[in-house]
């Protein structure tokens, strides 16, 4: 049995170092090593959020031909999303934002609550500023436009997973030109809200249990932070930018 006495053994950490006959080179383990590797090699695994099956069925057939990416589960609404996150903890979650019982940004929130560093990239149709702001400000780390899954998915998934933040440029261009207008408080998109319902000042003052003269001023205030010129355009500006939905 060979034995080695502590002051006999030497680590190598000098370029120029070359054992002498009484010492023992320490190399590092090969076991370690080897789990370094399978890290490396390990698919990415995701998790698709989205409440019409023929796109989860889309990227569900985009993703089986990459050797590096595989789908660990699907979810078609919010609630569904955070369970399904819990199961199976994917390193990458593709979510849509207009879902019924719990919508994309709720879902995000919730997500970010289990999982701090979860990525979480958005696929939506619409391009407004205010939407995708509110997206990333909720913990997302990209934000997709389901026009451009065809050429954007999987360099889109590789870019979030390796930590890096994605966003096509036409909606930076959005974000950064909105980014000192006033924003809207809680209740001026609530009136507006209302507006784009098609009800009358008086409506929107019974279902909000204000007057109609506060809901006179709300407005007055919406159509000079929007910069809009009648009820009207404000709304198709608010559903261009996402700030409502209808």
Do not use: C, W
């Not at 391009?127 to 998915?153: P, V």
């Amino acid at each position: 049995m060979l034995s080695v006495s502590r002051q006999s053994i030497r680590f190598s950490t000098h370029p120029n170092f070359t054992p002498s006959q009484n010492s023992t080179t320490i190399s590092p383990s090969p076991v370690r090593g080897i789990e370094k590797a399978a890290q490396m090699t390990a698919p990415i695994r995701i998790l698709t959020v989205d409440d019409h099956p023929v796109l989860r069925e889309g990227i569900a057939a985009v993703l089986s031909a990459e050797k590096d990416m595989v789908l660990v589960a699907e979810a078609a609404d919010g609630r569904e999303a955070i369970e399904q996150f819990r199961v199976h903890r994917p390193d990458v979650t593709l979510m849509d934002l207009q879902m019924p019982t719990l919508g994309g940004i709720d879902a995000i929130l919730a997500i970010r609550e289990i999982a701090p560093d979860a990525r979480i990239i958005v696929l939506t149709t619409y391009s407004g500023d205010a939407q995708a702001a509110r997206a990333f400000s909720a913990g997302a780390s990209g934000y997709l436009l389901k026009s451009m899954l065809r050429k954007e998915l999987l360099d889109t998934i590789r870019s979030v997973h390796a930590g890096r933040k994605r966003i096509p440029p036409e909606i930076a261009v959005n974000i950064a030109e909105h980014h000192a207008d006033d924003r809207l408080t809680d209740r001026e998109i609530e009136v507006l809200r209302h507006v784009a319902s098609g009800n009358a000042n008086k409506m929107v003052a019974d279902h909000l249990s204000i007057s109609e003269e506060t809901v006179k001023a709300h407005m007055r205030s919406i159509l000079s932070k929007l910069g809009a010129n009648d009820r009207t355009h404000a709304v198709t500006i608010a559903l261009k930018r996402g700030i409502i939905e209808i």
